[in-house]
């Protein structure tokens, strides 16, 4: 189930609710509840359209940060940053996860904070691999 199962199922025992009690409401309260219930489904498609938009884009200046402070970092190495979010799934605009081209067993998720600051916030591993020496892990190797 995605991240936006919740919303939705909220979304919809409200305006289901604002269905039930329209029924039982003269003309004049039936208008009312209708405007109410049309209201929030306009506000809930204009509100996660921009959303998405915005979070699109911090998530792409993530990547950048991250790329730059990788290259900084590791000059002479060469890496992909994975941009592919599952369907159905929310953006974390400031996590950035990173494959190294000679440790590609590893998956590294670089954060990132206000003023650009970036650390190594986890990794993600095999479960039958050493993980007492991974070439990237800036926890143990400054």
């Known amino acids: 189930m995605g991240d936006y199962a919740l919303e ?4 919809g025992v409200i305006l289901f609710v604002l269905f ?3 029924i039982f409401l003269r003309k004049r ?5 209708s405007i109410l219930f049309i209201a929030i ?5 204009v509100f996660y359209g921009i959303r998405e938009q915005v979070l699109q884009n911090r998530y792409e200046e993530s990547i950048e940060i991250v790329d730059t ?8 190495e060469t890496w992909t940053i994975d941009t592919i979010v599952e369907e159905g799934r929310k953006i974390r605009p400031t996590k950035v996860k990173v ?5 590609q067993s590893v998956d590294y998720i670089y954060k990132v904070y206000e003023k650009n ?9 095999p479960e039958n691999m050493d993980t007492t020496n991974f ?7 400054n």
Not at 8 to 11: A, E, G, M, W
Not at 29 to 33: K, N, S, T
């Open 117 to 125: 600051r970036v650390i190594l916030y986890e990794y993600g591993y």
């Open 29 to 33: 309260g039936r208008i009312v509840i």
């Open 8 to 11: 939705r199922f909220l979304l």
């Open 135 to 141: 070439m990237h892990d800036e926890t143990h190797n």
């Open 20 to 22: 039930l009690i329209a």
């Open 41 to 45: 489904l306009i506000g809930y498609w």
């Open 99 to 103: 494959i190294f081209d000679n440790e």
């Open 69 to 76: 402070y990788l290259q900084d970092k590791y000059p002479n």
